[in-house]
Nanobody, 124 residues
Framework: QVQLVESGGGLVQAGGSLRLSCAASGRTFSGYAMAWFRQAPGKERDFVATISQSSSFTGYAASVKGRFTISRDNAKNTVYLQMNSLKPEDTALYYC?????????????????WGQGTQVTVSS
């Protein structure tokens, strides 16, 4: 079992920045690929970014590429999402997810463990 707790969400003006954190507890964090997803009201849960177990690979949705950066600190059992140049369309509930599957994973069904989410609201 892996428990995930997100933090760092909030209200920010367009053009601003936020850094989300996801703290993991339970089994060996370094054995899990991690990802961030987001879900706006009335919409599907969408992939945002992913990072491999050793940080050797990162991937991003086209809508956030160049603005968001995913990183992890295996010594702290934490994954981060640095969000810059935020837009109102980035408003959503952001979820952290974990899987011990190897590979490039961008679909929600590939991830086993999920946090409760942290709300990000970007005002225009």
């Amino acid at each position: 079992q892996v428990q995930l707790v997100e933090s760092g969400g909030g209200l920010v003006q367009a053009g601003g920045s936020l850094r989300l954190s996801c703290a993991a507890s339970g089994r060996t964090f370094s054995g899990y690929a991690m990802a961030w997803f987001r879900q706006a009201p009335g919409k599907e849960r969408d992939f945002v970014a992913t990072i491999s177990q050793s940080s050797s690979f990162t991937g991003y949705a086209a809508s956030v590429k160049g603005r968001f950066t995913i990183s992890r600190d295996n010594a702290k059992n934490t994954v981060y999402l640095q969000m810059n140049s935020l837009k109102p369309e980035d408003t959503a509930l952001y979820y952290c997810a974990a899987t011990n599957t190897i590979g490039v994973l961008t679909t929600a069904s590939a991830f086993t463990y999920w946090g409760q989410g942290t709300q990000v609201t970007v005002s225009s």
